[in-house]
């Protein structure tokens, strides 16, 4: 019988604490038999590091690599720059997954010739209690068909999690460092390299919304990173596939509308504050009447009639 091909999982851990245990586990429980888990330490401070080096020792599929704090994109190019495997997948090191999360994107590719694999995750409070679902269903998509779902942000999104990738890819294709949003910066460019990507809505990720809400809700000029990854992305689509702008602007609405409600309250930043106001202003319509582009930015795009002000609080306070 053929060997699997070895894959890679790349973890960047930094500062996690309870939440890095149980995420350990659901990789050494993982059902796919040629793997290799790198954990890249971000400089933690409280530990993690250390369970880290005491998970290596306990299991031959682990490897750690130490750095110096630089950011979860640093992390994650560490860890796809020493990833042996002929494919690279990740999680978040507070998240957990399913036995199956790598054989079931795996299968799918080798089932349907694709050279992505992607599967499905869910939101979860901490200490919630989680079940994975699984699900015959396979869409198999052309990049373009990809792009445009991933932009819509119905299926999957933008995170690199919940993906399979050639490692090869990766490595041409870093993500870019020093910016937070490096995800909405990066996975449109490898689906983009995809004759086939491949979609099962196999619920098999739990995604821990502890951290991600103060991503979401608090303001530092770093929020701005969010526009540029935008504005980059719309710009390549406009050049590649003008057929699937709509949806690009759909993406781009959404970024800018998260960036003036983490704005709400904030003194300043009013030359930046006034160019995504004014660009919301006028896409507000083509979303608002695009029945593609989920139900939260139509609801958004109708909000903006009441002004900036009261727009980024609302969506502060409801939609961010």
Known sequence: MKEKPLISVVVPVYNVGEYLAPSLDSLLAQDYPNLEILLVDDGSSDGSGALCDEYAAR????RVLHQENQGQAAARNHGVAEARGEYTAFID????????????MAGLMEETGAQIGICTLSECEPGQEWHPVESREVQVMTASQAL???LYQ????????????PTR??????????????DLGTIYKLLARAEKVVYG???????????????????SPRAFDHKTSADELYAFVEERYPQILPAAVSRRFSAYCQVIGRMAGVEGYQAERKALWDQICRDRWQVAKNPRTRVKNRIAALLTLLGCGTFGRIYARVCG
Request: aromatic share 18%; net charge positive.
């Open 59 to 62: 299991d031959s599929r682990v």
């Open 93 to 104: 090191s507070d998240d957990y997954v399913a036995p199956n999360y790598i054989s079931y």
């Open 148 to 150: 445009e779902t991933m």
């Open 154 to 165: 119905r299926n999957f999104t933008t995170s690199p999690c919940c993906k399979l990738y």
């Open 169 to 182: 890819w990766l490595q041409e294709t870093p993500f870019p460092t020093g910016r937070i949003y490096e």
């Open 201 to 219: 809505p196999s619920v098999l990720y739990c995604y821990i919304q502890t951290k991600k809400s103060t991503m979401r809700c608090s303001f």
